[in-house]
């Protein structure tokens, strides 16, 4: 009596990616098709391991990382820009939007493993300009939701266990109040459309050193020529003799002269 030895193939990797097709009855466009989405399940695999591990770092992270000069927010925003700016630089240049908003959705998943960011916005005229701006600058990760007054987001921000984001390009002078009613709180980023100048902020209890390199918000009297140094000035809004500005002017820290309330890069 014989006997035969029965060895069962395994199943290439065309067949992994369209099982249901038989391989000799595949022509070169699909077999080709079917070697470039193998190629991507491969790098898919590759980014889970990499995300997952980011991950795990980011919890450590979250347990180490606190404020030297009391209690603030854990948002580094300094830290964010310079992360961000080097990979943008080391991206292909038409892949910089793609990176950036994948960046950020990486990032805030991060944070969520540190205690989910919760994020107020208010904004009268424009709420969901100013909502969308939230949601791509914070990310998928984060719990953003409307409120019905500039005084409830800041006071909110205040306790320091989120931040908030409000609208300027309307008649609330909420900006007037920053450094008088909330002088813990400071301007870490601005939001507006194509590049724009901001049409709404985000504010929270940021460490001052962590505020990202830039151009400063500053609220003064007057209008928005400028200080007499050679800054460049922009002017954002204006209520009743006070001007809420950006420039160019360096070493400007909150509550400085000038009326400093922050920076947005």
Known sequence: MSSSNTTTAKPSHIQQVWPEMNPAEMTPEQTALAELRREIDLIDDQLLELFERRLAIAATVGKAKDAPHGPHTKLRPDR???????????????????????????????????????????????????????????????????????????????????????????????????????????????????????????????????LPKGRRVVVSAGGDAGDGGGARRWGLSTHHGWTLALTDAEHLSPGDAEGCVGAIG
């Open 80 to 210: 964010e820009q310079t992360v961000l700016g080097r990979m943008t630089s080391q991206c292909e240049p038409q892949n910089a939007e793609a990176v950036s908003g994948l960046w950020r959705e990486i990032v805030g998943w991060g944070l969520a493993r540190q205690g989910q960011l919760q994020v107020q916005v208010w904004s009268p005229n424009e709420p969901t300009r100013a909502f969308d701006g939230a949601r791509q600058r914070f990310g998928m990760a984060a719990d953003i939701r409307m409120v019905r007054t500039a005084q409830e987001a800041l006071a909110f921000a205040a306790e320091g266990k989120g931040v908030a984001v409000l609208a300027i390009n309307n008649d609330d002078d909420w900006w007037t109040g920053l450094r008088r009613d909330w002088s813990g709180l400071s301007v870490f980023d601005g939001f507006g459309t194509g590049g724009g100048q901001p049409t709404a902020l985000a504010v929270g209890k940021i460490d001052p050193p962590a």
